[in-house]
T-cell receptor
Framework: KAGVTQTPRYLIKTRGQQVTLSCSPI?????VSWYQQTPGQGLQFLFE???????NKGNFPGRFSGRQFSNSRSEMNVSTLELGDSALYLC??????????????FGPGTRLTVL | AQSVTQLGSHVSVSEGALVLLRCNYS??????LFWYVQYPNQGLQLLLK??????LVKGINGFEAEFKKSETSFHLTKPSAHMSDAAEYFC????????FGKGTRLHILP
């Protein structure tokens, strides 16, 4: 079974631009979660999607948004990029939920650099 | 508030020595606890998870962790460190959302 894939792997943008990241979950997984990883803040939960609906959300500004398609693929969008948005963005999929005992499987991440 | 605390952002052990990575969770976090490992330029990989079935949990690559409710701890151990264990390790707890510790970078000394 193929793992979680994320595209692109690396991205360089300038302040004020917007960016869209893509995540394809493991086949059969319906939950997709997004995380931001930075050296200072560590791993922070952004949001979770299940069956095309946002089910859970972390403490990030409205510039961060996402969506999920009927095939469970998910996209994350960041508008009006700031320098502080430079991070590794990780996507994880699980069968049902990011909560409880479901195991989350992580993709390799997208490294976003904002100049 | 829910929290997961990892003691020590960096831990160094000699090859062949015992590995001990510490994790404490707040009592408000339900006992769904995980350890993940992250190798450079890769995503997180699950090492093991506690789901209340047994207090001693065995994971991959020879790692295990013991859930101690009285100490609110879920420390990760491995009897004998290998060079390939050098990586960053994350403890995570699951409540209404998943919360990660800050991570511990494990260095293996030859």
């Amino acid at each position: 079974k193929a793992g979680v894939t994320q595209t692109p792997r690396y991205l360089i943008k300038t302040r004020g631009q917007q960016v869209t990241l893509s995540c394809s979950p493991i086949s059969g997984h319906r939950s997709v979660s997004w995380y931001q990883q930075t050296p200072g803040q560590g791993l922070q939960f952004l949001f979770e999607y299940f069956s095309e609906t946002q089910r859970n959300k972390g403490n990030f500004p409205g510039r961060f948004s996402g969506r999920q398609f009927s095939n469970s693929r998910s996209e994350m969008n960041v508008s009006t990029l700031e320098l502080g948005d430079s991070a590794l963005y990780l996507c994880a999929s699980s069968q049902v939920t990011s909560r409880g005992t479901d195991t989350q499987y992580f993709g390799p991440g997208t490294r976003l650099t904002v100049l | 508030a829910q929290s997961v605390t990892q003691l020590g952002s960096h831990v160094s052990v000699s090859e062949g020595a015992l590995v001990l990575l510490r994790c404490n969770y707040s009592s408000s976090v339900p006992p769904y606890l995980f350890w993940y490992v992250q190798y450079p330029n890769q995503g997180l990989q699950l090492l093991l998870k506690y789901t209340s079935a047994a207090t001693l949990v065995k994971g991959i690559n020879g790692f295990e962790a013991e859930f101690k409710k009285s100490e609110t701890s879920f420390h990760l151990t491995k009897p004998s460190a290998h060079m390939s264990d050098a990586a960053e390790y994350f403890c995570a707890g699951v409540g209404d959302k998943i919360i990660f510790g800050k991570g511990t970078r494990l260095h293996i000394l030859p």
